[in-house]
């Protein structure tokens, strides 16, 4: 192999291995994202949850008050 083309296939290796390091960099990050959706997810579900017990219980009352 020449030297030049020895220099080009370095060239190659070092640009793949700087795209690789920003994918992991990228891939972190968006880890990060999905961990704090998941998070805001669960809250959600929880708040919706006590919302529709509220609810039920309200609907509950006011069938009871009909009744009478």
């Known amino acids: 192999m020449s030297l030049e083309l020895l220099s080009k296939l370095e060239t190659k290796i070092q640009a793949a291995l700087e795209t690789i390091e920003l994918l992991k960099m990228e891939l972190e990050e ?3 994202k999905n961990h704090t959706l998941s998070e805001q997810n669960q809250q959600l579900s929880q708040d919706l949850n006590s919302w529709n017990e509220k609810v039920t219980g309200l609907v509950g ?3 009871d008050e009909v009744k009478e």
Request: charged content about 35%; overall charge neutral.
């Open 30 to 32: 968006e880890k990060q």
């Open 61 to 63: 009352l006011l069938n």
